[in-house]
């Protein structure tokens, strides 16, 4: 008798089965906040997610967290429903494997188990930091274009990236972002504004700094462009640079020493964390 065919290395571990549950779940927490007359946005002021967020969660594209799973419950009295799917939903996450592109996945895979992620942006918000629309207008404008399901797998990868902010302990993330970034219309005012929401919501956090760098800064330390330090569990720093779809990871200390220090630099010359938030508050009335 035939045994089941192998599955490829396009479809890793079932992944469509994988997606199938994520968006199961997603439904029910639609159906439950919705029987409790509670707009996306109201649900997620109650639990501690963004609209975006909780939208994402809803349609499947983001991966629900234990946590979620039980608050939501509670609140909108789901008798057990949503948190029984907790185990489900952590033994899919195991199996899953995430499709990132070949060159990023060394970086990737660090990035999952850091402990202090530095970013310095000068184009783009950190993809850390993403809302879901910002994502997708970033790799929907790439040349030469991607075809929708590269798009769609990009975005959910980045998104699940994203899941080790919800973890316990978090990493330590700081982040200094060019101002001319948060002026530029990615995607529109609309997903803009969705993304300085966001960056507010995630700038109160305890472990997040968010800092800008005024376009009036004179004597720029960053001008060699953008890189990311990253220090995993129980390793030594590393830094991580990327332009034009080529990558480098950098384990020299010296090199490492060298991009610490200038970090360190383009964070002095940055506004304060609050100066920052108010000036991304302050732009959000502007639009």
């Given amino acids: 008798m035939a045994g089941r065919p192998e599955r490829s290395v396009e479809d890793p571990a079932g992944s469509e089965e994988v997606a199938d549950l994520f968006r199961a779940v997603g439904r029910q927490i639609k159906v439950a906040r ?26 499947g ?14 609140l909108l009295e789901c008798g057990g429903l949503l948190a029984a799917a907790a ?16 060159w990023f996945r060394d970086y990737a895979r660090l990035e999952a188990e850091a402990v202090e992620i530095c970013f310095y942006s000068t184009l783009t918000v950190p993809g850390l930091l993403q809302t879901e629309g910002y994502a997708r ?18 975005v959910a990868a980045r998104l699940e990236r994203q899941n080790i902010l919800a973890k316990w302990p978090p990493p330590m993330v700081t982040a200094v972002i060019e101002e001319s970034v948060l002026h530029r219309l990615i995607g529109g005012s609309g997903v803009q504004r969705g993304q300085l929401e966001h960056l507010l919501k995630l700038g109160g956090l305890r472990n997040m700094s968010i800092q800008v760098l005024p376009m009036s800064c004179e004597d720029h330390a ?18 991580y640079m ?37 000036l991304i508050e302050k732009m959000l009335g502007d639009l």
């Fill in 137 to 154: 207008t970033t790799f929907s404008v790439r040349q030469p274009l991607f075809d929708e399901e590269t798009i769609e797998q990009r």
């Fill in 87 to 102: 185990e489900d939903v952590e033994r899919a996450k195991k199996r899953r494997r995430v499709r990132h592109p070949e």
């Fill in 222 to 239: 960053g001008m060699d462009g953008p890189f990311i330090l990253l220090t995993p569990k129980e390793r030594t720093q590393l830094a």
């Fill in 61 to 74: 594209r983001r991966t629900p967290q234990p946590e979620f799973l039980a608050a939501v419950d509670e």
């Fill in 34 to 59: 919705e029987r409790a007359g509670l707009s996306q946005k109201e649900l997620g002021k109650r639990v501690g997610y963004g609209e975006e967020q909780i939208s994402s969660l809803e349609r």
């Fill in 242 to 278: 990327e332009v034009q779809h080529v990558s480098k990871l950098i384990g020299d200390p010296d090199e490492v020493r060298i991009l610490a220090a200038r970090y360190g630099n383009i964070r002095s010359q940055a506004r304060t964390p609050r100066e920052s938030l108010d």
